[in-house]
């Protein structure tokens, strides 16, 4: 089964908009990392939040994680429409489980 | 520097066949690691090397198997094609090992099974 689990699995909000997004996951982690697909760029990392981290930030993405909560969330704050894109999350297990395990993603439309 | 780069970008293939995928990462990245995504079952780690050795493996049969060269290269193997596999084929490089690190994709290798 999937480590990460993104929450919804699709969204449409309209440009300018916030858009939140978010996963959970099973296990221990080491780090979770977000990333981003689509069909012009292929799959980027956005951001890598580590286990003692509660908050990151990059540009218009803000990252939170609640380790007790087993969980993540992804705000990305006034959306363009070259926002559309299906949105990830891998969770870096610990321990033993030194695998990136992949949710099977959000899908955002950023309608103009 | 130049990104990721995977060949073939595509490939069709029928079932029993084998296929050779092939992987440059970005100079002086030493991790590659191998995903197969498909729309039912997202992202799916198959395998990572560094420095030429696997320190990592997915839940895959043993007909997928890969290999890392000296100069960080790698070529992943899929025997006895099934259908089951018609899949995006992606790599990654990065420093350090891929599950601490920010991952560089490749544009990925289509492979359709017939």
């Known amino acids: 089964s999937q480590q990460g689990e993104e929450d919804p699995q699709a969204l449409s909000i309209q440009e300018g908009e916030n858009a939140t997004m978010n996963c959970s996951y099973k296990t221990s982690i080491n780090n979770l990392q977000w990333y981003r697909q689509n069909s012009g760029r292929g799959l980027v990392h956005l951001i890598l939040i580590r286990s003692n981290e509660r908050e990151k930030h990059s540009g218009r993405l803000r990252v939170t994680l609640d380790t007790s909560k087993k969980s993540s969330s992804l705000l990305i704050t006034a959306s363009r429409a070259a926002d559309t894109a299906s949105y990830f999350c891998?969770?870096?297990?610990?321990?033993?489980?030194?695998?990136?395990?992949w949710g099977l993603g959000t899908s955002l439309a950023v309608n103009p | 520097k130049a990104g990721v780069t995977q060949t073939p970008r595509y490939l069709i293939k029928t079932r029993g066949q084998q296929v050779t995928l092939s992987c440059s990462p970005i100079?002086?990245?030493?991790?590659v690691s191998w995903y197969q995504q498909t729309p039912g079952q997202g992202l799916q780690f198959l395998f990572e090397?560094?420095?030429?050795?696997?320190?990592n493996k997915g839940n895959f049969p043993g007909r997928f198997s890969g290999r890392q060269f000296s100069n960080s290269r790698s070529e992943m193997n899929v025997s006895t094609l099934e259908l089951g596999d018609s899949a995006l084929y992606l790599c990654?490089?990065?420093?350090?090992?891929?599950?601490?690190?920010?991952?560089?994709f490749g544009p990925g290798t289509r492979l359709t099974v017939l």
């Open positions: 100079s002086g990245h030493r991790s």
């Open positions: 090397y560094f420095s030429e050795t696997q320190r």
């Open positions: 990654a490089s990065s420093s350090g090992t891929g599950v601490n690190n920010e991952q560089f």
């Open positions: 891998a969770v870096g297990g610990a321990g033993n489980n030194r695998k990136l395990i």
